[in-house]
């Protein structure tokens, strides 16, 4: 069955940097968009970044636009989402995601931005 494992949340002070990656299985990796979604305490889940199955185009909410990197490694069945000039308002759970005639989602990763 598909399964998507996050890891590389924590704990981290504004402006620094954090990498999250999802580990997949279950599914062919490399024919499927992937995407990342947060939500943060007491709001909607929401996209932050996807990526085509090849990699070649990426697409970004305008809150993380130059700030946050989506990759994938198709040999390896990850995607990534590299984090920088981290705000507080980063602060969410953050989920992997494909969809593969229904949604699939991790069990999340938590990313906490405070000094």
């Known amino acids: 069955q598909v399964q998507l494992v996050e890891s590389g949340g924590g704990l981290v002070q504004p402006g620094g940097s954090l990498r999250l990656s999802c580990t997949t299985s279950?599914?062919?990796?490399?024919?499927?968009?992937m995407s990342w979604y947060r939500q943060a305490p007491g709001k909607e889940r929401e996209l932050v970044a996807g990526?085509?199955?090849?990699?070649?185009?990426?697409n970004y909410a305008d809150s993380v636009k130059g700030r946050f990197t989506i990759s994938r490694d198709n040999s390896k069945n990850t995607v990534s989402l590299q984090m920088n000039s981290l705000k507080p308002e980063d602060t969410a759970v953050y989920y992997c995601?494909?969809?593969?005639?229904?949604?699939?989602w991790g069990q999340g990763t938590q990313v906490t931005v405070s000094s």
């Open positions: 995601n494909v969809f593969r005639k229904i949604m699939y």
């Open positions: 279950g599914f062919t990796f490399s024919a499927y968009a």
């Open positions: 990526i085509t199955s090849g990699g070649a185009g990426t």
